[in-house]
């Protein structure tokens, strides 16, 4: 039913397209945040390019809110589109936080947790990149959306329990060298990987909201 109405609805506001490209700059925030724990080639570059795909990021959402308002007909609750575009957006925000605080305590070596980390990040916004298109059928897809937000969910949790063995190996190590400030640095990288996965895991939210709702 839900399908055949939304081909019914007029071509203009293609809130699909605007998801799927928000989703796209997710991906590609991402795998520069990945490569960047790494130590993988230049860090300014890839900071850089984290600000690019966050502005980028801005720039649709911007576009979703001027074009719910002028819609009268959606395919979801205007509340529904404004909620997940906003927390898809948090999650690039909390990438760009990430790596600004990067560039600010000059980090250059990267923890292997903090690196599992960031590679569930890759993991989780590649997840995210996957359901956008099938929200384009609600009803025919929610099984398979379900499935790809429980494992959303899943990886959140993942990223907290090596937060946690982060936190720890980082607490374990400065008490023996006695350098707190390094301990304070690491502990505030980890803060903010941890809240990227928290971010993501309210996509997974509002993506089963949808399915809730429609399918």
């Not at 980082?170 to 060298?177: A, K, L, Y």
């Not at 304070?184 to 809730?212: C, G, M, P, Q, T």
């Amino acid at each position: 039913m839900f399908g055949w109405f939304q081909r019914l609805l007029p071509k203009s506001g293609d809130f699909f397209d605007m998801f799927e490209r928000h989703a796209a700059t997710l991906v590609a925030a991402a795998e520069a945040l990945s490569r960047l724990t790494r130590s993988e080639g230049n860090a300014a570059e890839y900071i850089a390019t984290i600000r690019k795909r966050e502005h980028e990021a801005d720039d649709i959402i911007r576009e979703v809110l001027y074009t719910v308002r002028r819609t009268f007909l959606t395919p979801f609750d205007r509340g529904a589109i404004t909620s997940l575009i906003a927390a898809m957006d948090d999650t690039i925000d909390e990438m760009q936080a990430a790596a600004s605080a990067i560039e600010l305590y000059e980090v250059a070596k990267f923890e292997p947790e903090m690196q599992a980390m960031a590679d569930k990040i890759v993991e989780a916004c590649d997840l995210i990149a996957e359901a956008m298109p099938l929200l384009r059928d609600v009803e025919r897809n929610g099984a398979r959306l379900h499935q790809l937000t429980e494992r959303i969910v899943k990886l959140e949790g993942a990223v907290d329990l090596v937060h946690q063995a982060g936190l720890k190996a980082n607490f374990i190590t400065r008490r023996g060298d006695g350098d707190l400030v390094a301990f304070i640095v690491s502990r505030e990288i980890y803060k903010h990987l941890e809240k990227i996965a928290d971010a993501f895991e309210d996509v997974a939210n509002e993506i089963d909201a949808l399915v809730i709702d429609h399918a």
